[in-house]
């Protein structure tokens, strides 16, 4: 049954690799990931004997299995109708009409084929020649496509380019100590996600940063487009299908990556599980991969592994969000029940990327990463030599954790309780490592000025106030300036932190760098400059830029603002992602 | 879990403090009474007045007046490490946020496995051994267990399930905390319970 091929669909199921003449041999002080192609194959069968062995032991779970992956499977199938489904629905139906006859011996085979296809689509690659080529070209890249007339020079391998790039992002945070960190240990990244260009501007940030790349799970959706698709497998990028609802293909996801980690590979997910819709910063996390990271470490130290673990927490901040627009309207649209993938929004746009990448040239840290300080699986601090911390800097052995009467032991249900501390751990340090930019604190202003003139009424009626509200510009600067000082104030303390680039700023240039920013590239006008005065012209692109500042509104607010800013506050509260 | 005795350290010398070194010396278990004063002790419990002592017990209940648990815990867990179970009897909320004993534990001692430890507990039944129940809250199956052993002796009927509520079942006082797992722990002295 010869199929006809769609080349693209071939490079999108199998995506292309590299042929090779001579066997590659890393060295010694390569970082793990270079190892990974010659341990490919035995990570994919320890996945498969794991997670077939847990579903295996009893039959009750093992029909339990198979039901849920056919149910699951038919469903998606049928609602796809694409080529995949006509390979593999006959294949789910027959399952599920055969299920009470088959034999123990069958239902096994049947569920260990089911799982080795999820593993081995899931299962990523890593070519150093494509990792090499990706971290001299792409910032080159991206930087031709800002300054055109500088591309024939950062193309040139002596131009030591890429010098826009560097301006463009800033990388800061605890970085000396990740480098020591990652020597000895398995580094989990677990950013705030914003916008699907932070994978991408991760991967960057860790080059940048002399940090070891890490492997991360990326949704399908990112591998259809062949090129993109090129770089994301060979970069050792795992594929992610969130299509596929089945428990089966589940546990190979998380068990692929605990075990991942439990061979020290670093390694990247989103907490979040999403883009951030609203732009809130994470609040409720989605803790299946942590918990897989936190059952690797148990793991290990069962196996007598010793090799430490650390959670590092990473902000992406950017002053212009590429799909901003789009994910502000999907979190109004649904009210918290997001729709989970959203095809054809900004990024898969060209015109797009470039209206992008135009607005935020020359715009030195319009994208600032920042690496907070690592903590152990059970939200402890560590020290530079990477030991834990407890209350008051005694160190502590990390592994009593898994200890039960002198012992260490397995347990998933108090793997998954410490996940959750962890997760409350991470949302801490979430905001004190986030950076706010311009753009948020003057939309900030400008929206709690709406709220002001707006009191009691509904979010949605509120977002209809469109052009309604004017501020004068000295108001305007004065207001920007006094929450300018209010953050310095807190970041003083330690609670959040201040770009770089606006501290010392005159509140003028802070409202001119925001208005600049956003006129010209999102399609709305978020606030009209009208000379003497500026009008908060569309609430919603505010509402999305000011809610990075929603758990310190109160905290930041003039008395006359107070009940606004408690306004605001409840936003959180209200939840969605 | 049963077999291997479990090594109890109960701080507080007052009646639920003593009710329960009762209890769990009946349980065959050895034990460890921290107390700031000299006090009668009931049988087969050893008394200390050092806190960096107790860092021998598998498992610590908190039998102090809530007030005291801060500073206490504190001082207690420059000893301690993330393989001790912390059980508080004490009860209520705490400091300007709220919280409740298992939050604050959680960040004044290096232990995660905390648990609470509450019911119709009456302490003059645990020093008796009379008819009791108590109940655990906890987010960790194995502190529900690690209790039971600790304080259910012989004759002791004990049940362990999950709240029919599961893991969305909130103690109505405690804002964020949750509760999923409960253990009961009655006696059964001649009559089930």
């Known amino acids: 049954m010869l199929e006809k091929l769609n080349p693209l669909r071939v490079y999108s199921e199998r995506p292309l690799r590299l042929p090779r003449l001579r066997p590659f041999v890393p060295k010694a002080s390569d970082p793990p990931v270079y190892y990974f192609n010659a341990a490919r194959d035995d990570i994919v069968e320890d996945v498969i004997a794991r997670v077939v062995g847990r579903h295996t032991a009893d039959r009750p779970r093992l029909e339990l299995a198979l039901n849920d992956a056919a149910y699951h499977e038919i469903r998606r199938l049928s609602r796809q109708g694409d080529i995949e489904a006509k390979e593999h629905l006959g294949f789910f139906k027959g399952l599920a009409r055969r299920i009470a006859r088959m034999s123990d011996a069958d239902k096994r085979d049947a569920l260990r084929l089911i799982v080795t296809r999820y593993a081995r689509d899931v299962a990523g690659n890593f070519d150093p020649r494509v990792y090499d080529l990706a971290r001299h070209l792409i910032p080159r890249l991206i930087t031709g496509v800002m300054h055109p007339s500088r591309l024939p020079m950062e193309l040139l391998p002596s131009a030591g380019g890429a010098r826009a790039v560097h301006e463009l992002l800033r990388v800061e945070g605890a970085l000396e100590k990740l480098r020591r960190l990652e020597k000895d240990g398995t580094l989990v990244y677990v950013p705030t996600h914003s916008s699907n260009l932070d994978s991408i501007v991760l991967g960057h940030a860790l080059e940048q940063a002399g940090l070891s790349p890490a492997s991360y799970g990326a949704g399908k959706n990112l591998f259809t487009n062949p090129i993109i698709s090129f770089f994301m497998h060979n970069l050792g990028a795992y594929r992610v299908d969130r299509r596929i609802a089945a428990r089966a293909y589940k546990d190979v996801l998380k068990m692929y990556s605990q075990v991942m980690i439990e061979r020290g590979y670093h390694s990247l997910f989103f907490p979040g599980g999403t883009r951030s819709r609203s732009n809130l910063l994470e609040h409720r996390l989605k803790l299946g991969l942590a918990g897989s990271a936190v059952q690797a470490f148990s793991h290990n130290r069962v196996r007598g592994v010793d090799r430490n673990l650390y959670f590092v927490p990473v902000t992406i901040n950017y002053e212009l969000v590429l799909e901003g627009e789009t994910l502000i309207e999907d979190w109004l649209k649904s009210e918290g029940k997001a729709r989970y993938i959203i095809e054809n929004d900004e990024f898969s746009r060209l015109d797009r990327w470039v209206a992008f990448f135009r607005k935020i040239v020359g715009l030195s840290g319009a994208c600032v990463i920042r690496f907070g300080d690592p903590v152990d699986p059970f939200g402890n601090p560590v020290d530079e030599a990477g030991c834990s911390l407890a209350p008051g800097g005694r160190p502590i052995d990390v592994g009593s954790y898994v200890l039960r009467r002198g012992q260490p032991v397995e347990d998933a249900r108090r793997d998954a309780a410490y996940t959750r501390d962890l997760g409350e751990v991470l949302v801490r340090r979430y905001r004190e490592e986030s950076v706010l930019m311009a753009t948020s604190l003057v939309a900030h202003v400008l929206y709690r000025r709406v709220v002001r003139e707006t009191a009691g009424f509904d979010l949605f009626h509120r977002l209809r106030h469109r052009g309604e509200v004017s501020f004068s510009r000295e108001a305007l600067h004065g207001e920007v300036g006094s929450l300018r000082d209010r953050l310095r104030t807190l970041e003083d303390a330690g609670e959040v932190r201040v770009n770089h680039d606006i501290r010392a700023r005159s509140p003028a240039d802070i409202v001119d760098r925001a208005l600049s920013v956003w006129n010209g590239y999102h399609r709305r006008t978020a606030a009209r400059d009208e000379g003497a005065e500026v009008t908060a012209e569309d609430p919603t692109l505010l509402l999305y830029y000011q809610n990075r500042l929603v758990p310190f509104a109160e905290r930041v607010a003039d008395a006359d603002d107070v009940a606004a800013a408690r306004e605001i506050s409840a936003l959180e509260i209200r939840g969605a992602t | ?193």
Do not use: K
């Not at chain 2, 107790?54 to 007030?67: H, I, K, M, R, T």
């Open chain 2, 1 to 193: 879990m049963s077999g291997a005795s479990v090594r109890v350290g109960v701080l507080g010398g007052g009646g639920f403090g003593q009710g329960l070194a009762a209890a769990a010396a009946r349980a065959r278990n050895d034990v460890l009474l921290w107390s700031r004063s000299e006090r009668e002790l009931p049988g087969g419990v050893g008394s200390t007045r050092d806190l960096a002592a107790l860092a021998e017990c598998d498992v610590l209940f908190l039998a102090v007046p809530s007030g005291y648990v801060e500073a206490l815990s504190t001082e207690l867990g420059t000893h301690l490490d993330g393989s001790h179970v912390l059980v508080h009897v004490s009860r209520g909320l705490v400091g300007a946020q709220l919280g409740t004993l298992s939050q604050l534990l959680r960040t004044t001692t290096p232990c995660r496995r905390v648990g609470a430890l509450a019911g119709p507990l009456i302490a003059e039944a645990l020093v008796s051994g009379a008819p009791s129940g108590a109940v655990v809250g906890t987010r960790f199956p194995e502190v529900a267990n690690l209790v039971r052993d600790a304080i259910a002796s012989e004759g002791f009927a004990s049940t362990s399930r999950r709240t029919s509520s599961g893991s969305r079942s909130r103690a109505p006082s405690s804002g964020s905390s949750r509760w999923p797992w409960v253990t009961g722990v009655a006696s059964a002295r001649g009559r089930p319970p």
